[in-house]
């Protein structure tokens, strides 16, 4: 199987972390003055790690284990998306999407009105 995008879970580019739309995001970022440097070979292995993961979730299983094992996948796929240059909003997407009430979704929450209010970052999401 093709290693799939860390950015959006589609194919990925040959020999790449990312797929062609989400790698162009990134160039388009790096055009406009924010270069980040895409750790390629990490996302990859920061990826496999977490499709173990999910290997390890027991369909039909709700326990606290298995919500933890998800969590845990979906934190990898945010940092392999870190990786690949992605920025941390783009990379961990909107609080609503990890739950207002995880703490997860309530950290970002929190962070994203700081940011608002200091107007030192971007409020897109990507
Ligand atoms: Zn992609």
Redesign the pocket.
């Known amino acids: 199987m093709a290693p799939l ?1 860390a ?2 879970g ?1 194919p990925a580019q040959p020999g790449e972390s ?2 062609a ?2 790698e162009n995001k990134v160039r388009q970022k790096q055009k406009n003055g924010v270069y980040r440097m895409n750790y390629a070979n990490l996302a990859r292995a920061i990826l496999a790690r977490a499709n173990t993961l999910d290997t390890e979730v027991t369909v039909g299983d709700d326990g606290a284990d298995h919500v933890t094992k998800i969590d845990d996948a979906q934190l990898l796929r945010c940092l392999a998306r870190m990786l690949s240059g992605q920025a941390v909003k783009t990379a961990f997407g909107a609080p609503g999407d990890w739950g207002y009430e995880s703490p997860i979704g309530a950290a970002l929450h929190q962070d994203y009105v700081a940011a608002r209010v200091a107007g030192g970052q971007e409020n897109r999401t990507n």
Do not use: H, P, Q, V
């Open positions: 995008c950015g959006c589609n990312l797929c739309e989400c």
